[in-house]
T-cell receptor, first 113, second 114 residues
């Protein structure tokens, strides 16, 4: 079956702009989690959505937001971009059962200039 | 809170050498433990997992045993190959919360030279 699809794969923005990233989970998966990966901070959990509801949230400012649609596709948005937001944003899907196994997409690499 | 500590890298080995990457964890309850691998330019892939104490996860020649007494989940491989060059992440998922709150270690970059 098809894996997790993230779009766009690469994008360049300037400070102050906003960005929306998209994630299509594996068919049948109801949970989508988002992570930020940077060389300095490693993998940091942003939030998780399950059945259109945010179920868990990491320690990121309110500029980072997300949503999930009825077909389980998810988007995350970052407003008022800062240079430090440059990172690889990874989406992971799972069935939602607390076994923890996540299936990751290839990520969206955001560069903020 | 839950957390994972893994050995810092980078680790450089010659082909066919023995690999150990240490991982210890702090968690309440009985978490599930994972090793994920990230090849260059790709997302993370599940390498192996263990869901209860004394379980051994294994895949592609890699093994890790869930040791509750030492709160550890060290990754081992008897003979590494150049194709094993990647970043390895230890992770845990709480069995208490009914959500995906996966905590990752900082990652260990492995380079295997021919």
């Amino acid at each position: 079956k098809a894996g997790v699809t993230q779009t766009p794969r690469y994008l360049i923005k300037t400070r102050g702009q906003q960005v929306t990233l998209s994630c299509s989970p594996i068919s049948g998966h109801r949970s989508v989690s988002w992570y930020q990966q940077t060389p300095g901070q490693g993998l940091q959990f942003l939030f998780e959505y399950f059945s259109e509801t945010q179920r868990n949230k990491g320690n990121f400012p309110g500029r980072f937001s997300g949503r999930q649609f009825s077909n389980s596709r998810s988007e995350m948005n970052v407003s008022t971009l800062e240079l430090g937001d440059s990172a690889l944003y990874l989406c992971a899907s799972s069935s939602g059962v607390a076994t923890g196994e996540l299936f990751f997409g290839e990520g969206s690499r955001l560069t903020v200039l | 809170g839950n957390s994972v500590t893994q050995m810092e890298g980078p680790v450089t080995l010659s082909e066919e050498a023995f690999l150990t990457i240490n991982c210890t964890y702090t968690a309440t309850g009985y978490p599930s433990l994972f090793w994920y691998v990230q090849y260059p330019g790709e997302g993370l892939q599940l390498l192996l997992k263990a869901t209860k104490a004394d379980d051994k996860g294994s895949n592609k020649g890699f093994e890790a045993t869930y040791r509750k007494e030492t709160t550890s989940f060290h990754l081992e491989k008897g003979s590494v190959q150049v194709s094993d060059s990647a970043v390895y992440f230890c992770a845990l998922s709480s069995a208490v919360s009914n959500n995906n709150d996966m905590r990752f270690g900082a990652g260990t970059r492995l380079t295997v030279k021919p």
